[in-house]
């Protein structure tokens, strides 16, 4: 793929050459297949096409300077999955099964896994649905799970550069005692309409306050909330979040720098105090914020046109640990050979 702009690919649906199939049928998984085609044979009544029963999940490989090729956390991205499934009432992938599809998908497209260096990857998307034929409401008993790769390009293209977030109450992600916890699509589709607002704000996306008395930070769109303030990463703690991996990472990190960690509830005044101000999650790691704009209270919050010296050490030393460059002393990474 030598052919390939790296650099500036972006991120967007690409082919590749093969992705894994599995099927689950009379309550059990059948054997890893490999399929070159794009597409699926689905019944139209699949429960995934009526009644949201659909998961994924997000990671990425990376190539090291040593040829290498790393995945980051992938067993976390399968126990996040199986709280997805158990959330919406489908089959559970096991760990076992979702890694093998996950090394197999990695290993049958080595060729667009990007250079090193190139600050691009391979992006993994394994994919979960309900595929038997209901029209009552009722779980299927039939389940796809696949996974398929595209390169992606860096995040950043143009260097580490901070962007802005809007609070707009009169939409919501999740309510509380809802799926804003596990990875759905359906969480996805009730958020386009405010995303859709926000981007045409020009802002990356919207901070979403609690779905109950919008008095706490929840999660930015797509990407957890955090914070530093004092030597102290700040993130939200939360039933609607989506527990990111990224940010999981990121608070060990921080531990280990010697910053303190609150997981906590973080109420929307405390934009005022703080120092620095991210969104996280596998796409760019970390995405730093200068200004989060309150449209309700027209308002805004600034923080420094530069990414601030604690996010960007956390974010060069968890890209440093993916990319095999910096040791991996947590048992992050899992070598595909
Ligand atoms: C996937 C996702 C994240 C980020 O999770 P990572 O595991 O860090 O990639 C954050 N919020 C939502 C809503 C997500 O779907």
Request: aromatic content about 12%; some cysteine.
């Amino acid at each position: 793929m030598e052919n390939l702009d790296w650099k500036n690919i972006g991120f967007g649906y690409r082919k590749t050459n093969f992705n894994i199939r599995c099927w689950y049928k009379n309550g059990e998984w059948g054997p890893l297949e490999v399929s070159d085609s794009e597409y699926l044979n689905l019944h139209m009544a699949a429960t995934c096409l009526h009644y949201g029963q659909e998961a994924f999940e997000g990671l990425k490989a990376f190539m090291g300077k040593d040829g290498k090729v790393r995945v980051f956390r992938m067993e976390d991205n399968a126990r996040r999955m199986q709280s997805s499934s158990e959330g919406i009432l489908m089959a559970e992938v096991p760990t076992e099964l979702f890694c093998e599809a996950v090394g197999l998908a990695v290993k049958k497209n080595m060729e667009f896994v990007p250079p090193h260096g190139s600050g691009a990857s391979l992006y993994i998307r394994p994919l979960l649905i309900g595929t038997g034929p209901e029209i009552g409401v009722k779980p299927s008993g039939e389940y796809l799970f696949m996974v398929f790769v595209m390169p992606v390009g860096p995040y950043f293209p143009e260097g580490f550069k901070p962007t802005e977030l809007v609070i707009l109450r009169k939409y919501d992600r999740a309510a509380p005692q809802g799926t804003g916890k596990y990875k759905v699509g359906g969480n996805y589709a009730a958020s386009l309409v405010a995303g859709k607002k926000a981007k045409a704000g020009h802002y990356s996306a919207v901070l979403y306050l609690d779905s109950r008395e919008k008095k706490y930070i929840d999660e930015c769109g797509p990407a957890n909330f955090f914070a530093i303030k004092d030597d102290t990463y700040i993130t939200p703690l939360s039933d609607s979040v989506l527990p990111s991996i990224t940010n999981m990472s990121l608070m060990q990190l921080a531990e280990d720098m010697g910053l303190k960690v609150e997981r906590r509830k973080v109420p929307v005044e405390e934009l005022e105090s703080f120092q620095e101000v991210g969104a996280c999650g596998t796409a760019a790691v970390i995405s730093p914020i200068k200004r989060i704009y309150d449209e309700d209270l027209d308002k805004e919050y600034l923080y420094g046109f530069d990414p601030g010296p604690w996010s960007t050490k956390l974010y060069q030393k968890l890209q440093g640990i993916q990319y095999g460059d910096e040791p991996d002393t947590h048992g992050w990474t899992t070598v595909i050979e």
